[in-house]
């Protein structure tokens, strides 16, 4: 793979404005990146030390009380019905699984990635690893008579915080079956819907019509459960594409470490710390939402997820400078595709004390 290919990391360009927002005399808010900033559990914590003197290899395709726990988390929290342990596979956070996954399954060069039209950068990064070529669209029209290798989507958005409804999910997974395309949908934000309609996950039977061939989906515990540091994620779904994924992370060493996935197990299961941190979350996204908007800015979607999709109906680097006069850091749309040129996206991951700081200076 030559590195020349792939585009600059995104954030390495905001050097400059964060530089500019740490000159505040009361320090940057930085609003840019979705890092957890909360503890993690202590039921969390004590499951990671509780297995950490077993000096073995783990298992690639994870322990069996680790694949329960998801197959019963998916079921309690999603509604998701009839997958099989077996058709789950752990992964060393999402990020590695995104960007590897169009290579693990099989596109090269001639083949087509669809990707959402304003979506998270590493969706075209994995097509370009793979020698595959990524095409934006912002829905299936946009194809054309083309018959992508696979196809991404993302409900709740990153960076919008936009839903897709049960109905736009069932037409896509129908519309790749007859294509022989395989769906997959990140749903790393699954958990953090705000309004409207729930969120609802592709494994859902309501949009996969009894059959999971051809579908796959893609979870981290990153956000839910403030694992950025463990690297916790998993995909579900196809048994088909699953015991593929897994046969080649075998031979490539691929393991999520055997620590990790029993804290994984005790975040699966312990749903109260889920809904405290949703709480935290409400609570920062309802401060920082009403200042952006006495302040004069739109904000889009957002009905979802870690992020406020903001405009000012400004070039998204000037926003971005805008912000950063006042000590806040974000991150600008064109980070997330050329449709995003007008928008910011304000995360809500910084502590009570840095949001309510952020709130002030937008006050001011």
Same mark, same amino acid.
């Given at each position: !793979? ?16 964060? *530089?500019?927002?740490? #000159?505040?005399? /009361? ?56 997958? &099989? @342990? &077996? ?8 990020? #590695? ?12 060069? /001639? ?34 008579? *083309? ?8 409900? @709740? ?16 997974? #129908? ?21 409207? #309609? ?10 996969? /019509? ?53 804290? !994984?197990?005790? *975040? ?17 996204? *309802? ?37 950063? &006069?006042? /000590? ?37």
């Amino acid at each position: !793979m030559n590195p020349a290919v792939l585009p600059d990391f995104p954030w390495d360009s905001l050097a400059e404005h964060a *530089a500019r927002a740490r #000159e505040h005399a /009361g320090g940057i808010v930085d609003l840019s990146v979705g890092t957890p900033v909360d503890p993690v559990p202590a039921s969390i914590r004590d499951a990671l030390a509780s297995v950490a003197e077993i000096p073995g290899y783990p298992t690639t395709h994870g322990t069996p009380a680790l694949r329960a726990a998801v197959v019963e988390a998916l079921g309690r929290r999603h509604g998701v019905d009839g997958l &099989d @342990p &077996d058709a789950v596979l752990p992964t060393i956070g999402s990020k #590695e699984l995104v960007a590897w996954l169009p290579r693990l399954l099989g596109a090269g060069p /001639g083949d087509v990635v669809a990707i959402p039209e304003v979506s998270y950068p590493t969706y075209e990064v994995g097509a370009l690893l793979a020698g595959a070529t990524a095409v934006r669209v912002d829905g299936l029209t946009a194809l054309g008579p *083309a018959r992508p290798s696979m196809i991404w989507l993302n409900s @709740p958005s990153n960076p919008t915080g936009q839903v897709l409804g049960v109905e736009h999910l069932r037409k896509v997974v #129908e519309w790749a079956r007859e294509r022989g395309t395989v769906v997959v949908s990140d749903e790393c934000y699954l958990a953090l819907g705000w309004e409207g #309609e729930p969120p609802v996950s592709v494994l859902h039977p309501s949009v996969h /019509g009894g059959r999971l061939d051809g579908v796959l989906a893609v979870h981290s515990l990153s956000k839910s459960a403030n694992l950025a540091s463990y690297r916790a994620g998993f995909v579900a779904g196809d048994p088909a594409l699953v015991a593929g994924l897994l046969a080649v992370r075998k031979h490539a060493g691929m393991i999520v470490p055997r620590p990790v996935q029993e804290a !994984m197990v005790a *975040a699966l299961t312990d749903d109260e710390a889920l809904d405290a941190q949703r709480e935290r979350y409400a609570a920062r996204r *309802a401060i920082l939402r009403k200042a952006l908007q006495d302040n004069g800015f739109r904000i889009d979607h957002s009905e979802a997820g870690l992020y406020l999709w903001v405009t000012g109906d400004s070039d998204a680097l000037a926003t971005v400078r805008w912000f950063a &006069d006042r /000590g806040i850091l974000v991150a600008p749309g064109t980070f997330y595709g050329p449709s995003g040129s007008r928008h910011v996206r304000v995360a809500l991951t910084a502590t009570d004390e840095r949001v309510a700081a952020a709130a002030e200076r937008l006050a001011v």
